[in-house]
């Protein structure tokens, strides 16, 4: 009897992981919406204390970050993972018990936050408490998938593997870093430092080595072929590993940081480029002769959209990194357009390609196409709306300010622009919203059918 890499895999576990993940997508955004709107209708939600900008400002990063990209990856990677490694899960149990502790990290930070209680670190606000129930949870995440990987029955270690091995690694190693240190023994310019090492690596040494493995795995199977070179994607992962985690004092240039700390952090962030570069040319040689797959695949549809944004942001992110560009934009809404083309642009796209291709497989019955249409073109004019406006209001409030025009004057002009934004956010979330309801109407339909 032919073997099935299906039967690896444990589909209840998979599913429920990725529609919740979708869940707290549509919560995450929604909160970042009503938070834009507070930009230019200040007194929106101002008498009710628990919806502070700041306290909603927190769940909404923190919910895009740990509720929906994480939760997401955690469950792509037990799709993946087993198919890869021909083997079931090593500890079934310890996937599950990740779910149930993972949400609760969720739900106890939202609560902490929405009564006013963080760490006072940026990026790294979740209570000291609840950070340690994260580390146990990225403990169990790692039994599971490393006993997966080393009782593996396929030869060969895809590169996939390798990325999300080495993502578990970083991930734990600057987690505890960025959550202990400068809350305990390096308080100032110290902690400082390590703060911005923390929160970069969030997203070059978790976010994208997890995200890369998933578009890694989706794009050979939505066209059909294997990746273009075995080589560019060595290239690229030791490209990443060695000049990412010296970029987080980008984020101080001009500050009391040592200039040659800063120095090190723009060379680094610009050699960045080589292995962005490297992948998205692995990624567009694989669709060398499969570009028709490009309108026929939601998955290779999203995976190359994604690639295409992630070229921009980390082709955008080298500029912004030089000393002439951070004089303009440096506190300013360009930073944050630069925030959503990475953690939107790039890596949720991703994993709505893998959506489109795991869930049809975990539920039995195909996505809607129509509705899959709707959730791609909204998203997308909304992402390129939400990146264009926030990028010109960056480059206005620089200008602005360098020609010394009064801070509420530059708040008072930049009102139109924020509320294009708002529209922009619309098209996002309502897009969210779409997924949800195809994945939800999808599941249901097969059980009706069942």
């Not at 007194?43 to 990063?61: D, G, S």
Request: glycine share 8%; hydrophobic share 55%.
């Amino acid at each position: 009897m032919e073997e099935s890499l299906d039967d690896y895999i444990d589909k209840g576990l998979v599913k429920t992981y990725l529609f919740t993940a979708v869940i707290w997508l549509c919560i995450a955004t929604t909160t970042g919406l009503l938070l834009s709107v507070k930009f230019w209708w200040p007194a929106f939600l101002a008498h009710i204390p628990y919806l502070l900008f700041t306290r909603m400002q927190f769940i909404h990063v923190k919910g895009v970050i740990f509720a929906w990209l994480t939760t997401a990856l955690f469950g792509v990677s037990f799709y993946y993972v087993p198919r890869l490694a021909r083997q079931k899960l090593f500890w079934l149990k310890g996937a599950w018990l990740l779910y149930f502790l993972w949400n609760f990290i969720i739900i106890a930070f939202i609560i902490e936050f929405l009564l006013g209680h963080n760490k006072g670190l940026p990026y790294a606000e979740i209570p000291i408490w609840i950070n340690y129930i994260v580390v146990l949870a990225f403990v169990v995440y790692a039994a599971v998938i490393f006993g997966t990987i080393f009782n593996r029955r396929e030869d060969i270690l895809y590169v996939s593997l390798w990325y999300l091995m080495a993502g578990i690694v970083w991930t734990a190693l600057n987690y505890i870093v960025g959550n202990w240190i400068p809350y305990y023994w390096a308080p100032g310019l110290e902690g400082a430092m390590i703060n911005g090492f923390y929160f970069h690596n969030v997203v070059g040494l978790m976010i994208t080595p997890l995200g890369l493995a998933v578009a890694y795995y989706v794009l050979p199977i939505g066209t059909s072929r294997p990746i273009y070179s075995h080589r560019l994607s060595i290239i690229g992962f030791f490209t990443l590993a060695f000049l990412y985690p010296f970029n987080g004092a980008h984020h101080y240039i001009f500050s009391p940081i040592p200039v040659w700390v800063q120095t090190i952090a723009i060379v680094s962030s610009i050699l960045l480029i080589l292995p962005v570069w490297v992948v998205t040319t692995n990624f567009f040689g694989t669709m060398h002769g499969k570009w028709d797959t490009l309108v026929k695949s939601m998955p290779v549809k999203f995976t190359i959209l994604g690639a295409v944004f992630y070229l921009l942001v980390c082709f955008q992110g080298p500029i912004q990194a030089l000393r002439s560009m951070q004089k303009v934009i440096h506190f300013t809404d360009w930073v944050v357009g630069h925030a959503h083309m990475a953690l939107y642009g790039a890596f949720s796209l991703f994993i709505f390609g893998a959506i489109y291709l795991i869930w049809p497989v975990v539920s039995g019955r195909e996505l809607d196409k129509n509705l899959g249409d709707w959730h791609f073109w909204l998203g997308l004019v909304g992402i390129i709306l939400m990146v264009l406006v926030l990028s010109v209001v960056g480059l206005l409030q620089g200008t602005l300010w360098i020609a010394q025009v009064p801070f509420l004057n530059v708040v008072v002009d930049m009102k139109p622009y924020w509320f294009i934004r708002t529209i922009a956010g619309v098209m996002m979330v309502s897009s969210f919203f779409v997924l949800l309801y195809n994945m939800w109407k999808t599941d249901k339909k097969q059980q009706a059918a069942d």
